[in-house]
């Protein structure tokens, strides 16, 4: 039972490189979306999509790119990365149509950029 | 100013004690009101939720929500050394479901 799997795990890149975040999940779930996590500053949304080809912004989207071609993929590209985007990032899903509060997350991806 | 504001701590407790833990918030359009739980280096996952105000309790946990005085708080009684981790209160609106504003969590040691 796999759940949320995000790749990589860790991850350094030099400012101004370009990479992307991988996100599946095997729950058949329509809601997936992409939050950071930075000290003192809780989880912000990115991006967010509730269903294959609909994809919107998050509090924080400047820099990222979404796209959702499939129900169990959610990939977050990264334009051309700056030391702002040094962060840990958590991709999650959940079903549409029941608000029971529940994110399921993934185990997270460290990114440092120098 | 934050919409969700949350005492990062840390709380260190020893075992057995009740941990209280709590947020406030800004927005009056907040209706759903979450507890997560956060290992280190690991995905937050959901503990506690309650619709608009009122008690809800599980267990060793009970979540409390004021609206009027926008003030929730997350109760552990009969603590473990087990529940160490951080704690992330969230919110959202009625019609922006998934779309989660989260406190900045409370980091909880409970010492042997």
């Known amino acids: 039972n796999a759940g949320v799997t995000q790749t990589p795990k860790f991850q350094v890149l030099k400012t101004g490189q370009s990479m992307t975040l991988q996100c599946a999940q095997d729950m058949n779930h329509e809601y997936m979306s992409w939050y950071r996590q930075d000290p003192g500053m809780g989880l912000r949304l990115i991006h967010y999509?509730?269903?294959?080809?609909?994809?919107d912004q998050g509090e924080v989207p400047n820099g990222y790119n979404v796209s959702r071609s499939t129900t169990e993929d959610f990939p977050l590209r990264l334009l051309s990365a700056a030391p702002s985007q040094t962060s840990v990032y958590f991709c999650?899903?959940?079903?549409?149509?029941?608000?029971?509060?529940?994110?399921?997350f993934g185990e997270g991806s460290r990114l440092t950029v120098l | 100013q934050k919409e969700v504001e949350q005492d990062p701590g840390p709380l260190s407790v020893p075992e057995g004690a009740i941990v209280s833990l709590n947020c406030t918030y800004s927005n009056s359009a907040f209706q759903y009101f979450m507890w997560y739980r956060q290992y280190s280096r690991k995905g937050p996952e959901l503990l506690m939720y309650t619709y608009s105000s009122g008690n809800k309790e599980d267990g060793r946990f009970t979540a409390q929500v004021d609206k009027s005085s926008k003030y929730i708080s997350l109760f552990i009684r009969d603590s473990q050394p087990s529940d160490s981790a951080t704690y992330l209160c969230?919110?959202?609106?009625?019609?922006?479901?998934?779309?989660?504003?989260f406190g900045a969590g409370t980091q909880v040691v409970v010492t042997p």
């Open positions: 969230a919110m959202s609106e009625a019609d922006s479901w998934g779309k989660l504003q």
């Open positions: 999650a899903s959940s079903r549409t149509g029941v608000n029971t509060g529940e994110l399921f």
């Open positions: 999509s509730v269903g294959a080809g609909i994809t």
